[in-house]
């Protein structure tokens, strides 16, 4: 395994082989660019989207809280039937959550005898491009 000393090195082999080293490097950095910043870019994307996700579940658990505010607000209520209007619950905003808004509107129905509620209950949280609205409804019979 001693190299070949019979074989000859010329200088036409050498130059036939310069320049190679520099084009593959810049080959290599160029696509090692092109691949940090297709990562940046995937990354962005998810953590734009995980803000939206926790605006949209946050704008659900505040709708869904102005529903249970107005629930206790119809069963708790002295009056044999309630006032119920288009604005029962007019932007409340839950404590600790500044950016997000509660609405809840009322709506009486009489079947069979039987005074039912519905409660409509929409909470928006955000603003602008990333405004998430959840809407939940429940149906009551005091």
Do not use: H
Not at 36 to 57: D, H, P
Not at 88 to 96: H, M
Request: charged content about 10%; proline content about 4%; overall charge neutral.
């Amino acid at each position: 395994m001693c190299p070949d000393r019979s074989k000859k090195i010329t200088v036409g082999n050498y130059r036939k082989q310069q320049g190679l080293g520099l084009p593959a490097a810049l080959f290599l950095i160029v696509i090692m660019v092109m691949i940090v910043a297709a990562i940046n870019q995937i990354n962005e994307m998810n953590a734009a989207a995980y803000g939206r996700e926790w605006l949209s579940m946050s704008a659900f658990y505040a709708a869904e809280s102005g529903a249970q505010t107005a629930a206790v607000y119809v069963l708790n209520t002295s009056v044999t039937t309630p006032t119920c209007d288009n604005s029962f619950i007019n932007a409340l905003t839950p404590a600790g959550m500044s950016f997000c808004s509660i609405n809840v509107s009322c709506s009486s129905q009489t079947v069979d005898s039987v005074n039912y509620f519905t409660l409509t209950s929409s909470a928006t949280c955000g603003e602008g491009i990333d405004t998430a609205t959840r809407i939940i409804q429940v149906r009551l019979q005091p």
